[in-house]
């Protein structure tokens, strides 16, 4: 659940440091107080779509962080570590922040590690449910009717296999079908691709070849010069009367027998004695080439026409010779993919109606579980909305067979329909319910799916519009006792709801010449009373609207 949050430079919030309390949690204020301010802070911690307005006036960044209790969320603790961004030394605790720049800039953080966005809302989905005031209009599109009831029956991960298999059943099918409706055409492009794979087999071009031949041809094709510059090189440096050593020796002859030589006749001598050296290793370096280099005309005739081939087979497919090898892998595949004839087709067939069955016996078990979880979430709704002041109405899980008309979402379409007199039949929720039951309708259906959720903290931002009286003092005990299985976080302008809190938040907004400001107070039992007391009777406090709100939070417990 959530415990801490603190807010910074948030619209209109300088700063807020709020710490948080199982149990229900009202938070109430006079219209325009910013009320909501709270929950648009928390969701931005929670992986909402970052918004530069949002940055406070005049400062260059908001600073959101947001502290959750894991000790009753194995999933995320297991999230946490598989992606590892736990804390090690405190593994049932989450801290997540976000920063936004007044340029539009924002940056997360899951544990003091750097996070994407996805992340951040991936886990956010984990900790917190948030349920908005204008949820009601959702229920007007019947997708969203097969998401709750799949949400409630907790058959989200059978109806995400159903999806996957219809999906594999579908690709198959699909390609079967272009299969036989262009049966000649791939029966053509099948002869082509074989005939050429046929060709890039027998060529057996293997990796580095290329390379190798091509140097090897170069070579070849400068031997004879090569040689002929080995010989003579040879020649030059051996001939008796005007070879290479010839001269060197001869010099040597001439400075050995002074004496007294200076420095630098004596460096000329070493530098001969050196060279006379170097001549001969490389006299054998050239003899060693010219014996056992060997001027082959077969072995240039094989390489031309080896390199030749693999040019030829190039140009047919339009690619560089080094492409050659992966060319070849691919029409390999495409030919494993289009070969077999007849048979192929077989077993695209066999294979086709195996995917089918496998999506048609996944669907079964979900219609079946839609079936009953529809007679369950209908009942228990009917019992809330007879609380709601709503005795006559009758809300029916409507599931027609699409057998025939298979999709991914399954065989039946799926509609909540009402009836809201009695001897009415039921009918969509557009053409029957007012917006006042709209909203109650919705309100009904939220409590009794949060009722099953995996969440333990569940937020309802002004899920009440429109309801008061004794309905909205129903709504209160609802909220308060769905708050008994973890935390719930209420906005509210109703007396009757804020009266069921454990903890109740007031804001309130400030305003001078230079700026406004928001504020987020926790009540004491006192300033309950003053509070209910404003909501029950306005501004003006009376004797009578404080004894109303004493006996409603004495009602409360």
């Not at 969320?73 to 049932?92: F, G, N, S, Y």
């Not at 995996?454 to 429109?466: C, K, Q, R, T, Y």
Request: glycine share 6%; aromatic share 4%; net charge negative.
């Amino acid at each position: 659940m959530l415990t801490q949050l603190s807010v910074q430079n948030f619209t209109l919030v300088e700063r807020l440091d709020l710490d948080f309390k199982a149990g229900m949690t009202v938070i109430t204020g006079e219209t325009g107080a910013g009320k909501s301010v709270l929950l648009e802070a928390l969701g931005q911690a929670l992986g909402d779509r970052a918004d530069a307005s949002r940055v406070r006036h005049g400062a260059k960044r908001a600073d959101i962080s947001a502290t959750f209790d894991l000790s009753q969320i194995e999933r995320a603790r297991t999230w946490l570590q598989e992606h590892e961004l736990d804390q090690t030394e405190h593994p049932a605790e989450c801290l997540l922040r976000r920063t936004l720049s007044a340029e539009g800039r924002s940056k997360a953080y899951i544990n003091g590690h750097p996070a994407t966005l996805a992340q951040l809302k991936v886990l956010g989905d984990m900790l917190m449910d948030i349920h908005s005031q204008h949820e009601h209009q959702s229920l007007l599109v019947k997708d969203n009717h097969r998401r709750l009831l799949d949400e409630y029956a907790g058959h989200t991960t059978l109806a995400a296999q159903v999806s996957t298999a219809f999906k594999a059943w579908r690709h198959k099918k699909d390609w079967l079908n272009e299969r036989l409706a262009n049966a000649d055409e791939l029966n053509e492009r099948y002869q082509l691709i074989s005939y050429q794979v046929e060709e890039l087999d027998q060529l057996a071009l293997t990796d580095g070849e290329l390379d190798s031949l091509e140097q090897e041809q170069r070579t070849l094709a400068e031997a004879e010069s090569l040689l002929r510059a080995a010989s003579q090189l040879t020649e030059l440096g051996n001939d008796d009367e005007m070879g290479l050593q010839v001269g060197i020796h001869r010099a040597l002859q001439l400075l050995r027998p002074l004496k007294e030589k200076p420095d630098t006749l004596k460096e000329a001598e070493q530098l001969l004695d050196e060279a006379q050296i170097q001549i001969q290793e490389a006299l054998r370096s050239v003899e060693h080439f010219t014996d056992s280099f060997s001027l082959d005309p077969m072995r240039l005739a094989e390489i031309d026409e080896r390199l030749s081939a693999i040019y030829d087979i190039a140009r047919k497919h339009r690619v560089e010779p080094g492409q050659l090898p992966q060319i070849h892998e691919t029409l390999g595949q495409e030919v494993q993919e289009l070969g077999g004839g007849d048979e192929q087709i077989e077993v695209l067939e066999q294979e086709v109606k195996a995917l089918e069955q496998d999506y048609r016996a996944l669907s079964q078990k979900l219609t079946q579980g839609r079936h009953k979880a529809g007679l369950a979430l209908a009942k228990k709704v009917n019992q809330h909305l007879k609380q709601l002041s709503m005795e006559h109405a009758r809300l029916t899980v409507q599931m027609t067979d699409r057998s025939d008309r298979p999709t991914p979402h399954g065989v039946e379409d799926i509609e909540f329909l009402i009836s809201t007199n009695p001897g009415q039949p039921p009918a969509p929720l557009a053409k029957v319910a007012s917006g006042g039951e709209l909203s109650r309708v919705s309100l009904a259906i939220q409590v009794v799916a949060a009722e099953h959720s995996a969440i333990p903290s569940l937020v309802f931002d002004e899920v009440d519009v429109g309801i008061g009286g004794a309905t909205a003092d129903t709504v209160g005990q609802l909220l308060r006792k769905l708050a008994a299985r973890g935390q719930i976080l209420c906005v509210t302008h109703l007396a009757q709801v804020a009266s069921k809190g454990h903890q109740h938040l007031r804001v309130s907004k400030s305003s001078s010449a230079k700026k406004a400001e928001t504020a987020l107070v926790e009540l004491s039992n006192n300033e309950k009373v003053e509070e209910l007391a404003r909501m029950l009777g306005g501004a003006e406090l009376t004797a009578e609207s404080r004894a109303h709100a004493q006996q409603m939070l004495a009602r409360a417990g």
